[in-house]
């Protein structure tokens, strides 16, 4: 639902982790909020001005995370976006965008 909500569903694998671990880097995790932030502002171009990130708890190989995220405010070119990502109902991480369209008027 576009500037209202979304959800994105990522499931995790071996390629996804650390060399001889089972757990997923965080960066996968940060880049499956920032996407589904992207999509949901429907952004083309969009720079994250400021992001107060935080994980909450590591994720391993071979779950299906489900990210839910939710658009606070719009402006002109920029959006406060928040996102959770859940393992099986638990939150491991939650994030706040403020993120700002370059390059196209949104008007």
Known sequence: EENVRGVSV??????????????????????????????????????????????????????KLVARCSVKSVRTSDSLVWVMVYNNSVE????KFLMQEKGCDRS
């Open 92 to 95: 491991v991480f939650r994030c």
């Open 10 to 63: 990522m499931n995790t694998n071996e390629e996804m982790c650390f060399p001889g671990t089972d757990i997923v880097k965080s960066q996968y995790i940060y880049s499956m909020a920032e996407d589904v932030a992207i999509k949901v502002t429907n952004m083309k171009a969009a720079l994250i001005n400021v992001a107060n990130i935080k994980y909450k708890s590591a994720v391993n190989k071979g779950v």
